[in-house]
């Protein structure tokens, strides 16, 4: 994962403190052989005889940060979870069993202009959310994912993981929680909506099976070429009763139908990656970037691995619209980004008790402050310890771990 923050997010009145109120999430679903390695099967006896699709590896184990089994200290009264499913084919529907109300207050590519409150987020591969949660003095809360919506038909709706629900992370909160400022009513310098300009050029996309408009990828075929800087319509179609995710590099799109109504709240603002939910079409407002490359073109695809891979996907190459070596220009004020970087994984403290613990990057002048960890704990001591040898959790060089001295990249 790469957080990058401008000046309006650092301003923005947000958790921000990292590894503190202010955590990263990459869920992942595994699936694991009794020696703990990685199992890759893709496709069950039952799904061959029930003639469904197979969507790839749909895993029965959560990993959340590599972890097996996870638990957060919450320390403070609001917490900013920065969300992002990193599974191959997963759909999550994330929420707590009290159906307590969470806000929703970024997207995959930027800040909403005011938090959202929801009950429910729907995850698609690859797509990315931050939620600010609200927690009272020595409570547990379990973030979870319910049983997702696919608006798939059965059987194709179970075997991909239309039935499943899984405990995502254990959120222990403290005796006594520090005071968090109140949520901001709106946030300034969030991305404004795409305008979208007197008849814009309108492309159509059919997803069905692996591939898109009747035809698979081609290293020597281009179908679309988008002059850069371009505002366009785009409009997805889902042609068959499978799961598909949308995604495109290199541009930023606003969503402005779902099946012909507007989209959901989880659904608005700056994104890249969009589910497509039931038979019928998607319609987006793309604002394509103004950095072009002649030999290395952007790309838009299905975010289901085993789609892409098959060949589900296409090149968009951007026709230069400015001087040839006219440079990129960043955003206004100093934005700065590095990697979360697994740098220790801690001996085993117990023979029922798997502690990970690793080390982040981070820009602000709170770098190193955070002393959260995950915990990993199983009665089965063997099989998490082999499920969790590799595995990251949050960490800081508080926690006995040396800091990360890679250099951060930055422009101003």
């Known amino acids: 994962m790469i957080i990058l923050d401008d000046r309006h997010s650092l301003r923005s009145g947000l958790p921000g403190e990292y590894g503190v109120d202010d955590v990263p999430l990459v869920i ?8 703990g390695s990685l199992d890759f099967t893709e496709t069950t006896l039952s799904e061959d005889l029930a003639a469904a699709d197979n969507v790839g590896v749909l895993g029965d184990t959560i990993l959340v940060n590599g972890t097996y089994d996870p638990h957060f200290k919450v320390t403070t009264q609001r917490v900013r979870f920065r969300l992002l499913n990193g599974s191959n084919a997963r759909v999550y529907q994330l929420g707590f069993p009290d159906d307590r109300t969470f806000h929703l207050v970024a997207v995959d590519n930027g800040l909403l202009k005011r938090p959202q409150a929801l009950t429910r987020l729907r995850l698609a591969p690859g797509e ?21 919506d696919l608006k798939v038909d059965f059987p194709s709706g179970r075997f991909s993981g239309g039935d499943d629900t899984f405990d995502i992370i254990a959120l222990r909160a403290a005796k006594t929680l520090k005071e968090s400022p109140e949520l901001p009513t709106q946030v300034p310098g ?4 795409i305008k979208v300009p007197k008849n814009p050029r309108t492309r159509r996309f059919r997803f069905s099976g692996t591939q898109i408009n009747g035809r698979d990828m ?4 281009v179908d679309e070429v988008v002059p850069a800087g371009t505002t366009e319509i785009w409009e997805i179609e889902r042609g068959d009763g499978q799961v598909h995710a949308f995604h495109i590099h290199g541009a930023t799109f606003n969503v402005l139908e779902v099946l012909g109504e507007e989209p959901p709240v989880f659904m608005r603002g700056p994104k890249d990656t ?8 998607i319609r987006l407002a793309v604002q394509f970037d103004t950095l072009t490359d002649d030999e290395r073109p952007y790309m838009y695809h299905c975010h289901i691995l085993r789609h892409e891979d098959a060949g589900m996907m296409g090149p968009v190459p951007g026709r230069r619209t400015r001087p040839r070596g006219q440079g990129l220009q960043g955003p206004p004020g100093r934005q700065r980004f590095a990697p979360l970087i697994d740098l220790t994984t801690a001996p085993l403290a117990g023979p029922h008790d798997v502690t990970r613990v690793a080390s982040s990057a981070r820009r602000h002048p709170q770098a190193g402050r955070g002393a959260a960890r995950l915990l990993s704990t199983s009665s089965n001591a063997a099989r998490a310890a082999a499920i969790c040898a590799r595995s990251t959790a949050l960490g800081s060089s508080g926690s006995g771990v040396r800091p990360n ?3 951060t990249m930055e422009y101003t």
């Open 28 to 35: 992942q679903d595994k699936n694991f052989h009794d020696d």
């Open 128 to 148: 990315r959310a931050e939620i600010v949660v609200a927690f009272k003095p020595g409570e547990e809360a379990v973030l979870r994912s319910f049983r997702p």
């Open 190 to 193: 969030a991305p404004a909506t």
């Open 218 to 221: 081609a290293m020597d075929r």
């Open 274 to 281: 969009a589910y497509l939910p039931g038979t019928g079409t």
């Open 405 to 407: 001295t890679q250099p």
